[in-house]
């Protein structure tokens, strides 16, 4: 399994991927947004400048036919040929641009707005690098649907946990059954829990802000933090 970061501040990146531990990075236009940056490939270009990232998601436009996602994928993979993973959109034309990129290009694709088996079903198809699963969006839409405050622990938000779990295990065991390379990324991930029912699923990649990546630091307790605390003081009458 593998943690990415999903966020378009580069400095966001470049302290977490200190740690070893992030492998990649996810972006899309909301989150270019949120950081203030306009100038898109130029962010996408430091994102893969830094040390240790094998993969970075650049995001084609959304409203173009299979001929021009193609033709943008080819820009995007330029910017860093091999580290890019083109983002297209869960539709006929962004699968079929995908499928044309890797047949023709050997360049990686990442299919986002992903929400049923069925849709992972058509990505494995198309051959594309990563699958997103969208776990934050499904899990708000289920729980509007049943009608329940999204903010409030409820037996609506048991239920759609166990719908996500239930998308993601099919979606992993097709994955085997079909013997498909690609692999399921968790996307969408909006705190703790997501990243443990993710990865109870058996997913490849869990893409998380970096606040979740630096909260599964500590227990929710805090517990690691007060034995941390405890070692040093006991530590004191050491004499080597
Ligand atoms: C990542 O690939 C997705 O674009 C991202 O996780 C979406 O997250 P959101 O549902 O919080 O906007």
């Not at 860093?80 to 641009?97: D, E």
């Not at 993601?168 to 969408?188: F, Q």
Request: proline residues 5%; glycine residues 6%; aromatic residues 6%.
């Amino acid at each position: 399994m593998k943690m990415f970061l999903d966020t378009c501040n580069v400095e966001a990146v470049r302290n977490a991927a200190d740690t070893g531990l992030i492998s990649g990075v996810t972006t899309n236009p909301t989150l270019a947004k949120k950081a203030n940056r306009p100038d898109y490939r130029k962010m996408i270009s430091e994102m893969c400048d830094i040390s240790g990232l094998e993969s970075v998601s650049a995001q084609a436009r959304e409203d173009q036919n299979a001929d021009g996602m193609f033709r943008e994928g080819i820009e995007l993979d330029a910017i860093f040929p091999g580290k890019i993973a083109v983002k297209l959109p869960m539709n006929p034309h962004g699968l079929t641009a995908a499928k044309l990129l890797r047949r023709k290009k050997e360049i990686h694709t990442n299919i986002t707005l992903t929400f049923t088996p069925n849709q992972a079903l058509l990505a494995m198809e198309a051959k594309v690098t990563f699958i997103s699963y969208f776990m934050g969006r499904q899990e708000d839409k289920i729980r509007e649907k049943h009608g329940e405050d999204p903010k409030a622990p409820s037996e609506a938000e048991s239920y759609a946990i166990s719908e996500i779990r239930r998308d993601l295990e099919r979606m992993v065991s097709y994955k085997e059954r079909y013997g498909s390379e690609s692999k399921i990324l968790a996307a969408s991930v909006r705190d703790f829990t997501h990243v443990t029912l993710a990865a109870d699923c058996g997913v490849d990649v869990i893409s998380m802000p970096p606040e979740v990546f630096w909260d599964i630091f500590s227990d929710p307790l805090g517990l690691t933090e007060d034995g941390i605390k405890r070692f040093l003081k006991d530590r004191e009458p050491l004499t080597s």
